[in-house]
């Protein structure tokens, strides 16, 4: 299953974006999804993934401020952004992660001060 992430560009600071990641076939078989960053000069870090069963887990940074989900009907995961600071800016990768895991490719969320 290979996985598309879309969503990203440049917002200023305070507002928001909202990531989306289709797959090419059901996630039913991920038994976690989530996506992680990368900014530039660091190494890439998780910022929130969620189970089959709908529990979610964010880093602390995002807490109250980012909302992930998942909509199995759709094979989509969802990562929506609200009060961005600059040190958000990064490529966020989604992920799937079961029996054979898969990553999408990268979309760039920059976020001026």
């Known amino acids: 299953v290979q996985l598309q992430a879309s969503g990203g560009g440049l917002v200023q600071a305070g507002g928001s974006l909202g990531l989306s990641c289709v797959a090419s076939g059901s996630i039913y078989n991920f038994g976690i999804m989530g996506w992680y960053r990368q900014a530039p000069g660091k190494q890439r870090e998780s910022v929130a993934t969620?189970?089959?069963?709908?529990?979610?887990n964010y880093r602390d940074s995002v807490k109250d401020r980012f909302t992930i989900s998942r909509d199995n009907a759709k094979n989509t995961v969802y990562l929506q952004m609200n009060s961005l600071k600059p040190e958000d800016t990064a490529v966020y990768y989604c992920f799937g992660r079961g029996p054979k895991d898969s990553w999408g490719q990268g979309t760039l969320v920059t976020v001026s001060s």
């Open positions: 969620i189970t089959s069963g709908g529990i979610t």
